[in-house]
């Protein structure tokens, strides 16, 4: 079955869309990124950027930069909001608590979910975060977006909100963190009606399906899956806005059992593809591979001598199930 949008998409035009030029957006060097400090003392933080891997503070620390060199008026909330999310964030570490305020809901007109309130407790240090919301906006199908429409989502989130977002959370969507209250109806307005996306799940209610992309892209494909998720999005419109459950509930789909999106330990319900048919056998591959003319894992451990590749002690032996043997030549 092919997939069919409900309804004509936009096309968005980033052209169109663009709040800031390509100046503003590259507004800083990496010399000027070397000298940059922000002004809270972070030395628990400085020690994450530490090490081969990505960090966090790192990427925050480039935001904080670019909101320093921004003119004050193309920003609406404030400047300095990641160099105080920042800042009370060593706090908690210093105390070893947090300082996020517990309780308080927010939300748009119309929709029980998609934004989720946060509030600083120690306001008067940090007022940049006085309020922290997160928005989740509901992310495509098989994630497949162009630049045009990742650009614009970008430059709204960098005018409204706090710059930092997240691609993508585990329930699958967009997270957009931090903003104040009056930021969210004209966020939630822009995102409908300028970008034609919605809000994504949170509380109690139907949260974001999420799929892997499936038969888009990948050979091993049992079911559809965009469209299994597309088609319960919408259907389930209503659920996935209003919670009107005790908790909240979890579709995910998986379009064969490698499980990419891991259907199973991030859903209620999972949806996983399975071959419905006899196993077919390359027999000429599996006689390559025991001859050696292919080379095993597809190379990816050579350098070292592992001797043979022995079928049965690499392949069949190492099925629970015992589902296979060698019998003249041949896998069975
Ligand atoms: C830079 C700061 C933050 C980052 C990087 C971050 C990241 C995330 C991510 C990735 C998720 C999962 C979203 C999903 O499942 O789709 C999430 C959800 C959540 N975060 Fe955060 N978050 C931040 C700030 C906060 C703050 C300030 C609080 C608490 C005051 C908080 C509490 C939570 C809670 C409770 C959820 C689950 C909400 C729900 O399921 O309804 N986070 N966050
Ligand atoms: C005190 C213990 C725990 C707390 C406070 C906690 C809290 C949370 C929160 C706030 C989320 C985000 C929910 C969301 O995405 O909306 C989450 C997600 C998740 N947690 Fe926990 N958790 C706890 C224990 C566990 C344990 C023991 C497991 C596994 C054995 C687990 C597995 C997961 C998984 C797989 C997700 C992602 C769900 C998704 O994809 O949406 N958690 N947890
Ligand atoms: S779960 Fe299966 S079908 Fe989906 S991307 Fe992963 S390997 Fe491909």
Redesign the pocket.
């Known amino acids: 079955m092919a997939l069919d949008p409900k309804r004509p998409q936009k096309e968005i035009k980033y052209e169109e869309m663009r709040i800031y030029s390509d100046e503003e957006l590259r507004n800083y060097t990496e010399e000027e990124l070397k000298n940059f400090k922000i002004k809270h003392d972070i030395p628990d933080l400085d020690e994450l950027e530490k090490g081969p891997w990505p960090s966090f503070v790192a990427d925050a620390k480039r935001e904080a930069l670019h909101r320093r060199k921004l003119a004050p008026d193309r920003m609406l909330i404030e400047r300095d909001v990641v160099e105080d999310m920042l800042g009370q964030l060593q706090l908690s570490f210093d105390e070893g608590e947090t300082h996020w305020k517990h309780g308080g809901i927010v939300g748009v007109f119309g929709y029980g979910g998609g934004v989720i309130g946060r509030y600083s407790d120690v306001p008067e240090k940090y007022p940049s975060i006085a309020h922290f919301h997160t928005i989740r906006v509901n992310q495509t199908g098989g994630k497949f977006y162009d630049t045009n429409f990742l650009k614009s989502l970008c430059d709204l989130w960098e005018y409204r909100g706090s710059g930092l977002l997240n691609m993508h959370?585990?329930?699958g969507d967009i997270i957009f963190l931090g903003t104040f209250t009056e930021q969210l109806e004209p966020i939630f307005f822009e995102l409908t009606h300028e970008l034609d996306q919605d809000l994504g799940g949170?509380g109690s209610n139907l949260?974001t399906p999420s799929e892997c992309m499936g038969k888009s892209r990948c050979e091993w494909a049992c079911i559809d899956t965009m469209d299994m998720s597309y088609e319960l999005t919408n259907y389930y419109q209503d659920e996935l806005h209003r919670p009107a459950f005790p908790y909240?509930f979890?579709f995910k789909f998986d379009g064969c059992p490698n499980g990419c999106v891991a259907s199973i330990?991030?859903a209620d319900m999972s949806f996983i593809g399975t071959w419905r048919d006899d196993i077919r056998v390359d027999q000429e591959a599996v006689k390559a591979y025991i001859g050696g003319e292919i080379i095993p894992n597809g190379g990816a451990h050579k350098g070292r001598d592992w001797g043979k590749f022995d079928i049965q002690k690499e392949v069949i032996e190492l099925c629970p199930t015992q589902c296979m043997w060698m019998e003249g030549g041949k896998l069975q």
């Open positions: 959370g585990s329930t949170s949260r909240k979890k330990a991030r």
